[in-house]
């Protein structure tokens, strides 16, 4: 009786304590309006054309300029932006999209389902290439089409379960652009790259080279209510330190996880003005890896890759180089990636550290490397990208424990595009530090650096490794055709088994993605993998109660 | 007098038709040392989901196939027609993509240089007074600093400083995007972005220019003609300023003449480490994008720069010392 009352005693102080601590959230209940929201980036993007540029920088800048047909909401699963709603055929090969009625273009022009086909068929007949979308998922389609003003079919060369999945994650999703703008222009050195006409919640107010782009609210936009805030800004900020002084000192108000040096982490979490979040960073299984070259010695041989398997310390690394903010990771599949398993490799570990060493030592014997008292058995050399914060320091504390069984590991930084050249077209590398997203499936996440056709000199990311194994590439070809999500997850499995058992690569960590903004602002992200677009619905505490 | 204005007059001229020369020498030294560099631009331009095709597309597009002596040869024959060819990144005339930025690394050096002059020349002109006092040893051990330190570490630690503890100044950028302001409120506000990279950027500047005012003046002070003044009742600093300094600034200024080149790799670490939009940070950005032909119109159009520097500190010179002939 008495642990009862004890008990909910206890149970109203927790709800007391609970109301309190929610009541500044409420007194500041939803959405305001106003202000400006201003994101870093470390460099500038080269346009602002949402498909011809690529990446972090590029993505940023243009995604509140120009809608997709659908993207992903919070939880992951499709949700309407152009498309106001979508079906699927029942031989399940065609996806119809009806588009909202009435979507303006920034310049007044309205938004048809040409201008969608278009832009689809820009990277399809190569005028103008998406390069994610292109190498994906535009080999799965048989054909587009738009048989009127509001309507846009994708026919699917045969079923293909993830595709709408994958097609709405932020990475791939093909961001409409206009083709009255476009049409019979050089589409490369067209004005608009640089000045853009979008259709966006925000539309292109400057860009002063070398310091922002600025972009302001769109009155016209056609969903209710947003976007909230008056301007979204880009600022450059090429240095590290400087980005995290500007955001603390509130002149700037967002940064994402590539932005901020994982060091300054435990800082901002003290930080009440600072939110630190993995919020919006779904679905990008930033896998940091070593790569071996198969086709020299001393990995053509997997006993030696074995032992190296068992002197990785993943552990001691995330402590050493990571702050402990990482994942040790011993799939190459990221965690918030669709198929993820961390227990479905072989995992090379003796449960300690000493029978480690020991069996390292007998495979390395094994493997044609005795040793004779404490001398070296071989030297490797691992070529690594210069400029992360972390760089270098995996390879340091990896070549530690190898020093205990007589192998000299020396790393070598190189800048990015030195590094490319020597481990993805010269193929000159003995190990290789690599980081891969797995991204939204791992068909476009893994496949491209693993399937054995890919061993194509100077495209990056590719099968830079050599490695060739039948077996693999018929697991990743009959994932395209699995009937039900299990068979594919089984598919999966069977795919992480057998590459922990060739080990042309070892999974070290998966990244932390640490997003951060000033805390006067909420509903930064509308998207599971939103870190990119994130003027849309953001809001700040400091603003107005209604326009 | 014309004599002389017809004399300095050729010497410019001479001076000037050395310039396409050393434009062509600087052209092919870095054509070569760039393309030997290992990366290719076509790769990295492509992003990280690139298929072997767009990779092709774009080597064809920027002439990245031909071989080296028609790359070479057909980007000489642009630079002589003015033309410094199309960046791969910003996929824009290079020369419109620099002219940009100049004006922004202009001001910069402008306000370091001239706050590194006056401030070095003035302490130095005390210092000499009476070398080895007081005075003297803290501003040369001062200067010794400013020389020594390396201009990122003193730029992040006046950001430490300046703004994130006292907050007077902003953190970098070149303008508050909280609050755009437009007219003089905006030249006030570019000015006070500008305070700390200037200060960061001065400090060596203003190290060199003291340390050697301050030698050629001490050295200047001990000469007969300089204790003839004196002898005339003149004081200390009509002395200085009137007589002594004049000679002393000759080489100073031929020396931060020549020194113009070593500015410009200043602005790249300034200007990265305050976010300065200029032409030093875009040089390091095109040197990690391999956008070959930014980065080699820059370097046309900064050698240019420094002959042209160079030709004023010499006028600037025989202006001041007019035994110096137009030779």
Known sequence: MLREIRGAILAAGLATAALAGAAPALAQDGPRYGGNFIAAIAGEPGGLNPVLWQGAEPQISTSGLFDPLIMLDMDGNPEGVLAESWSLSDDRRTITFTLHDGVKWHDGEDLTSDDVLWTFMGSRDGYMPHSRYRSTLDGLVESYAAPDPLTFEITLKQPYAPFLKVFAASNYAMRIVPKHVYDGTDIQNNDANWAPIGSGPFKFKQWVRGSHIELERNEDYFVPDLPRIDNLIIRVIPDETARLLALQQGEVDYLYYYAVAFSAIPTLQSDDSIVVTNEGAGLQGQVEMLTFNLDRAPFNNLKVRQAFAYLLDREKINELVFFGLARPALSNIGETTPFSSENVQVNYDMGSHEANVAEADRLLTEAGFPREGDAERFSVNLLHMSGRPYAGKVGEVFAQSLKEVGVNLTTTPLDRPTFIEMTHAKWDFDLSEQQFTSGAHPYVGIVRYLRSDLHIAGTYPSNHMGYNNPEIDSLFEASTTAASDAEEAKIWADAQKILSEDLPLLPVVEMPYTNVYRAEWHDVFSSIDGVFDIGRTVWTENGSESR | ?327
Not at chain 2, 184 to 196: A, C, K, Q
Not at chain 2, 265 to 277: K, L, Y
Not at chain 2, 285 to 304: A, N, Q, T
């Open chain 2, 1 to 327: 007098m014309s004599g002389s204005f017809v004399s300095r007059l050729s010497y410019i001229l001479r001076r000037l038709a050395q310039v396409a020369p050393m434009i062509l020498a600087v052209v092919t030294i870095n054509f070569l040392l760039i393309n030997l560099a290992p990366g290719d631009p076509a790769t990295l331009m492509a992003g990280d989901f690139a298929d072997l095709e767009t990779i092709e597309r774009l080597r064809e597009e920027f002439g990245l196939n031909e071989p080296l002596h028609v790359q070479f040869s057909s980007y000489v024959w642009k630079v002589l027609n003015f033309d410094l060819g199309y960046s791969y990144q910003f996929r824009a005339p290079v020369l419109d993509i620099v002219l940009a930025r100049l004006p922004n690394t202009l001001i910069l050096l402008f306000f370091s240089f001239i706050l590194s002059m006056i401030l070095g020349i003035l302490l130095a002109a005390v210092s000499a007074r009476r070398p080895n006092r007081a005075f003297d040893n803290t501003a040369s051990s001062i200067a010794m600093l400013g020389y020594c330190l390396p201009m990122f570490w003193l730029g992040m630690m006046l950001i430490l400083i300046f703004s994130s503890t006292l907050r007077w100044f902003p953190t970098g950028g070149m303008y508050s995007l909280r609050a755009p302001s437009e007219g003089w409120p905006r030249m006030l506000d570019i000015g006070r972005h500008l305070v700390l990279p200037a200060l960061a950027y001065a400090a060596y500047f203003l190290a060199m220019a003291y340390r050697l005012t301050r030698a050629k003046l001490i050295e200047i002070l001990r000469e007969d003609y300089i204790r003839t003044a004196r002898m005339k009742g003149l004081s200390d600093w009509s002395v200085i300023f009137r007589h002594a300094l004049r000679n002393a600034l000759v080489p100073v200024i031929a020396v931060m003449g020549l020194d113009f080149g070593v500015m410009i790799g200043g602005a790249v670490v300034v200007e990265t480490v305050f976010s300065w939009p200029g032409v030093g940070r875009l040089m390091y950005e095109s040197i990690l994008s391999r956008d070959y032909p930014l980065l080699l119109g820059i370097f046309v159009i900064v050698s240019f720069g420094i002959i042209l520097v160079n030709l004023i500190a010499d006028l600037i010179c025989a202006m001041i010392d007019p035994r110096i002939a137009y030779g």
